[in-house]
């Protein structure tokens, strides 16, 4: 029978609980905040006005934690949200243990056709607040890394059309770095509200 073995680093990490209890202080800490964003969110003046799927507000938020997103802890609020088999329409803001947050904008179906034509009109001023646009067929990857998005501001107005022309779905999406942990919330409660106010823009 092979023999089970610890590194050195794994052997100083296991004779010391203290790290396991500031994880999970900062992981209480990050539920807080995701509660705090929803309020915000719910609050938003664009909220009350958006002409959202039905049914979407009522459903209310919902937040998610797991320990293994790419093998770390991650914390997941999803509001507004509308998941069906035909249509999404949903916010998404994800703590990404070691990383960032991440806040994305997820539209399929029929809010993908609604809206698709609108997005690709704002390319300029996403491209100006750094938004970036998802590029894999396989929607349910949600961090930057390995190519997963690119900056809006990389690409041309017709790349960006002919990204948003060939996908089912559109997502668009943010990230905001821990060192800005206070200002997390107002930040993303601000790209939120233009991202809502840009759908509306032309759409009657």
């Given at each position: 029978m092979?023999?089970?073995?610890?590194?050195?680093?794994?052997?100083?990490l296991v004779v010391n609980a203290d790290w396991i209890y500031l994880k999970n202080n900062i992981l209480e800490k990050v539920m807080t905040l995701m509660g705090q964003l929803h309020l915000a969110l719910q609050e938003a003046p664009v909220t009350s006005t958006f002409p959202f799927p039905e049914g979407v507000l009522r459903v209310g938020a919902k937040i998610s934690r797991g320990e293994r997103y790419r093998e770390l802890p991650y914390i997941i609020l999803d509001y507004p949200r509308l998941f069906s088999k035909d249509n999404i329409f949903a916010f998404r803001t994800m703590f990404w243990w070691g990383h960032y947050f991440i806040a994305t904008l997820h539209l399929a179906g029929e809010e993908k056709e609604k809206y698709g034509h609108v997005i690709a009109s704002a390319w300029r001023q996403l491209a100006e607040q750094q938004f970036q646009v998802y590029l894999l067929e396989d929607p349910w990857q949600h961090d930057f890394e390995n190519g997963n998005y690119k900056l809006i501001s990389a690409l041309s107005e017709l790349e960006f059309k002919q990204l948003l022309d060939r996908r089912s779905f559109i997502k668009l999406a943010k990230p905001y770095s821990f060192e800005e942990w206070g200002k997390i919330v107002p930040e993303i409660v601000r790209d939120y509200a233009l991202l809502l106010r840009g759908l509306t823009s032309t759409t009657g």
């Open positions: 092979e023999t089970v073995s610890l590194t050195p680093a794994e052997q100083a």
